[in-house]
């Protein structure tokens, strides 16, 4: 590492329509150094990592005071300036693979365009590049002939990080490289990172994640609100946070937190609570721990185009208890929202039968199940697609109070204010409309409507994974509250370990269709018996700090 | 992101035009004005037109537009201005109920083909392409050859023409709603298929339709006055734009305003539903 920095940054502020979004932003990279921007939606990184590229947008004011890269002054530099940097010497890489690359070209020939523009090498030269890139980046060069649609999310990205390697760029940007992936394919994108950067390449990270950037970079800094907030040696920021905010954030990581652990800070507003939990409601509950809901043998299997089969859920068996947490672990395709589709009778199993309250559910006519539907609920991962969009936040509730049989709804929330509080809303929010909400509020909203009929059981499918982890924690805090005031039982389904591992009493491990391990939450971590679960656990990014505080 | 909101805000800003004087609010407003009008003349035509559409008067046959008769006299010297005012009625009457039946037929065609099962989607869906496969004048023309001309008739076939377009929108939407996490949600929570449909389903699906409406009124307006001009809708002398295009064909020669006028006024209509169309279109997009 030479003394002078790869890039050097001081001073960046960057603003749309006189609205600042970037401030005083000042970085620096060392060569075959890894820094890591943390920080949450809104907090100003990618549009940061887009003025770095000299990408910023249309309506943008960037000013900058230094913008140093390998010894050029960039501050000011025009269009044809960056466009020589771009790709050449700075390469991008950006969260979704699938948008990034273009659905009807090869992966082959969206990689060649890097090389075709920027070197002299012939056709067949580039050929032999594009395959080599691709065997480096851990694909098949036969996978130069296919397209985004072709490969798994992992491929993708992993050919998304060849295009921008084409042409050994100085310095990598990625943005969100992995957040849309499982936890598998991010282990595997995260080791090519790691060596990359080995192999002497500069790399700003870019995620919100702190698992994942512990796990890489050697240097972190925590943006809030278009600001720096603190800048320092990974291991430095992450065992002893000088900034408020950064504890928060930490503190708001489930990963290595028992269950029954609060993961957000309280926020002080009395309201923002749920109630002391309410005797006379828990009465007619059946008593914590007796079975709610159990599924036996269930099988599920869809044709694939082009022939075959996919089993969706092969002979899948499970128990949700009163009060307690069942999770349910898996990569995607694992089959685990099929499974949560056929408890909720709302797909079909070729056979197998599940049981609500020791009735039979599934396989039952629709009409017979109506009645009873009210004791069973859901939330989804997109709170947003599952409301009405042409209602408000109030109509919405009072539509799914609609749906409760008298005395259903819990004790205090018969009305739509009274629902809001209960997930620690404001009433106020009754007039709102779902769009304009935060992530946070639309998902608090949706566990308003499902408790709405007055549920002893509520499906949660992926409900955190679309959130921030400082409003994951709050959600997920939400739920262990409402659980331990209602009794509910809770089948919480999540590709995220450290986040079913928080919540969860008891784990299913799926895979391919088939639960191939299930026992006690502490258990299954600690003595995982099978070898998936034990690569599962590999594959997991965690935060080895102590932040108990 | 939230940066995405910003953006947006962003390049607005970067247009500075005066106020709401734009060229994307300037059309809307003129057509907003010209329907607000239309409608005004087929609610209250003696308001914006006192004189009486069907008063003849020889003397002052074929006189160009002037102080006395703003756009001009026709062969038996009934004042073209009040017969133009007094057509809107019929006008729009046969478009908006030619719509109207159009979507019932449509909503009927397309609920049956989204939620039935595969034959009767594929039953629907057949009928619906051969429909589609006829130009919808012709199918109308049809329709009045069997039928015998007359506003009802009129009102029938242009809507039974343009059905089979709607039809297809809402079967296209209501197969999206049917299995979307809004419609499962629903569901989930035990409310029964008839307050989904009725609540839900229905309103949802019919939203972009309705706008597209708002479109097929013009369409529809142009089409009635096309089969009154060939003689099959509305009969002289009562006052009806397509009749009035006809009746002044034959002096195009010398009284050019005969056909003239009323000819703006089928273009002013069919123009102004599609610019109201298009900006509430728009406005349902970027919601």
């Known amino acids: 590492m030479s003394a002078a920095p790869l890039l050097r940054v001081d001073g960046l502020d960057v603003g749309f329509g006189g609205t600042p979004v970037v401030q005083d932003v000042s970085l620096y990279i060392g060569r075959g150094e890894c820094l890591a921007l943390v920080g949450e939606s809104g907090s100003g990184k990618s549009v940061t990592a887009r003025a770095l590229l000299g990408l910023a947008g249309r309506g943008s004011r960037v000013a900058v005071r230094t913008l140093d890269f390998d010894g050029t002054n960039l501050s000011g530099a025009g269009q044809r300036a960056w ?364 566990i308003a409507r499902a408790l709405a009929p007055g549920p002893r059981v509520l499906i949660c499918d992926e409900p955190v994974s679309a959130l921030d982890v400082s409003v994951q924690a709050q959600i997920l805090d939400l739920l262990d509250d409402l659980q331990a005031r209602l009794g509910l039982g809770y089948l919480f389904i999540s590709h995220d370990l450290a986040v079913v591992r928080h919540v969860s009493d008891r784990l299913a491990v799926m895979r391919d269709g088939r639960i191939v391990e299930s026992g006690p939450t502490e258990q299954v971590f600690a003595e995982p018996r099978h070898e998936y679960t034990r690569a599962l656990l590999a594959a997991s990014p965690t935060l080895a700090t102590d932040t108990s505080d | 992101m939230g940066n995405a909101s910003t953006r947006r805000a962003g390049t607005l800003r970067r247009r500075p035009r005066a106020g709401w004087l734009r060229a994307g609010n300037v059309l809307p407003a003129v057509a907003a004005l010209t329907a607000l009008f239309l409608v005004l003349a087929a609610l209250v035509p003696g308001w914006l037109a006192p004189a009486d559409p069907l008063a003849i008067d020889p003397v002052a046959a074929f006189r160009g537009p002037s102080g006395a008769h703003w756009l001009g006299t026709d062969e038996s010297g009934r004042d073209i201005y009040s017969r133009i005012v007094h057509g809107a009625r019929p006008s729009l009457l046969i478009g908006a109920a030619a719509t109207a039946l159009g979507l019932g037929l449509a909503l009927l065609l397309g609920l049956a083909a989204g939620l039935g099962g595969r034959w009767l989607d594929a039953g629907v869906g057949r009928i619906v392409e051969v429909l589609l496969a006829l130009p919808g004048l012709l199918l109308a023309l049809v329709f009045i050859a069997l039928a015998g001309p007359g506003v009802a008739t009129t009102i029938v076939a242009v809507g039974l023409s343009t059905a089979p377009g709607y039809a297809r929108i809402i079967r296209t939407q209501v197969r999206a709603l049917r299995t979307s996490p809004m419609i499962e949600a629903a569901r989930v929570l035990g409310h029964s298929p008839a307050r989904i449909l009725a609540r839900h389903l229905l309103p949802n699906a019919l939203g972009p339709v309705l706008v597209l409406a708002t479109l097929g009124i013009g369409q529809a307006v142009v089409w009635a006055s096309a089969l009154s001009f060939l003689g099959l809708g509305e009969a002289p002398p009562a006052p009806e734009w397509g009749a009035m295009l006809a009746a002044g064909r034959t002096y195009l020669g010398f009284a050019w305003w005969m056909t003239f006028f009323p000819g703006l006024a089928i273009v002013a209509t069919a123009a102004s539903s599609t610019v109201l169309g298009r900006s509430l279109q728009r406005r349902a997009v970027g919601a």
């Not at chain 1, 490969?151 to 310095?171: E, F, N």
């Not at chain 1, 992450?238 to 408020?244: A, F, K, N, V």
């Not at chain 1, 004791?375 to 799914?400: H, K, M, N």
Request: net charge positive; charged share 20%; aromatic share 2%.
């Open chain 1, 83 to 446: 466009r020589r940097l771009r790709g050449s010497r700075i390469g991008l890489v950006l969260q979704d693979a699938l948008v990034s690359l273009d659905p009807l070209r090869t992966v082959g020939r969206e990689i060649d365009d890097a090389l075709r523009l920027h070197t002299a090498l012939s056709p067949a030269e580039r050929a032999a590049k594009v395959a080599g890139l691709l065997e480096s980046m851990g694909l098949a060069a036969a996978d130069a002939g296919r397209r985004a649609g072709e490969l798994s999310g992992g491929m993708r990205q992993r050919a998304l990080i060849a295009a921008a390697m084409a042409l050994d760029p100085d310095l990598l940007i990625a943005d969100e490289p992995t957040t849309a992936l499982d936890a598998e394919a991010q282990a595997q994108v995260l080791d090519l990172l790691a060596g990359l950067r080995a192999g002497g390449s500069s790399l700003l990270l870019i995620s919100h994640d702190l698992a994942v950037v512990s796990a890489v970079a050697d240097r972190v800094a925590i943006m809030r609100g278009g600001r720096i907030l603190e800048q320092g040696p990974t291991d430095q920021v992450l065992t002893s946070p000088e900034h408020e905010y950064t504890r928060m954030l930490l503190r708001a990581v489930p990963a290595g937190r028992p269950r029954g652990t609060r993961l957000s800070a309280p926020t002080g507003r009395s309201d923002a609570r749920p109630h002391a939990p309410d005797a006379k409601l828990l009465d007619s509950s059946p008593s914590i721990g007796g079975p709610v809901l159990e599924a036996r043998n269930l099988v599920r299997a869809f044709p694939v185009p082009g022939g075959g089969i996919l089993h969706a859920a092969d002979d899948v068996s499970l128990r949700v208890e009163a009060g307690r947490t069942l999770g349910l672990v898996g990569a995607s395709g694992s089959g685990k929202s099929t499974t949560a589709r056929i408890l909720l009778g709302l797909d079909v199993p070729a056979s197998g039968t599940v049981k609500l309250f020791g009735e039979p559910w599934v396989p039952l006519p629709e009409a017979s199940r109506r009645p009873r539907r009210t004791r069973l609920g859901a939330i989804y991962q997109d709170p947003l697609s599952s409301f009405d969009p042409r209602r408000r936040v109030g109509a919405i509730l009072a539509d799914a109070l609609a749906a409760a049989t008298t005395g259903g709804a819990p004790e205090g929330a018969h009305d739509p204010a009274g629902l809001l509080q209960l997930v620690g809303l404001e009433p106020a929010l009754a007039g709102r409309h779902p769009s304009t909400l935060s992530g946070g509020q639309r998902q608090r909203v949706a």
